[in-house]
Structure formats: C-alpha cells, structure tokens
C-alpha cells in the first residue's frame, strides 16, 4: 500500500513538473522543475522495486538520475553567477580609489 502510495505521488510529481513547463508556469532550466523530476524518479523507482518491476525501476532511476544532473549544473550556474556579481561589486568598490592614485 505504501509502495503504491508512494509512487503514485511520484508519478503525478513528474507529470506535474511537465504540465507546469508547457504552460510555462516552470523553466526547463529551473531548479523546481529539476527537483520536481528527481524526487518523481526516485519515487517512482522505489515503488517499481518494491513491486519487482525492472524496467521501470531502470527507467525511472535514469529519469532521477537526469534530473540530479540538472540539478548540480543549475547550482553550479548559480554560484558562477553570484560570484561574478560578487567580483563586478567588489571592482566597483576599488575603481574610484584607483582613480585617485
């Protein structure tokens, strides 16, 4: 019952995110969308297992898996982003100093 439970939420997690991104409610390079298709595959995955179902297991653990790709590139996106804010402020803060000298 739990098994079924629980990847009937993951099914419905995925095809969520895919609603959310063709009415453009979610980016396909957004975090929710990734974190949203990744908790949907391991779900779905655990729940295949349980019920002995392989190929569903491999699929939806792959489709997990590119959803966890998604979202380490995401993050790493991000950081490079506010990391350069971070150096473009810091060079603003210095630039009039070097005027002056």
Do not use: H
Request: some cysteine; aromatic content about 12%.
């Amino acid at each position: 019952m739990i098994a079924a439970a629980l990847g009937w939420v993951g099914t419905m997690g995925t095809f969520a995110a895919y609603i959310l991104l063709w009415r453009g409610k979610l980016g396909s390079d957004s975090l929710t969308y990734a974190l949203m298709n990744t908790v949907g595959g391991f779900l779905g995955g655990a729940a295949s297992a349980y019920y002995g179902a392989w190929p569903s297991v491999a699929s939806n653990f792959v489709w997990a898996a590119v959803g966890l790709q998604s979202i380490v590139v995401e993050v790493r996106r991000r950081i490079r982003s506010r990391r350069s804010r971070a150096t473009t402020a810091m060079q603003a803060l210095y630039e009039p100093i070097d005027c002056l000298v």
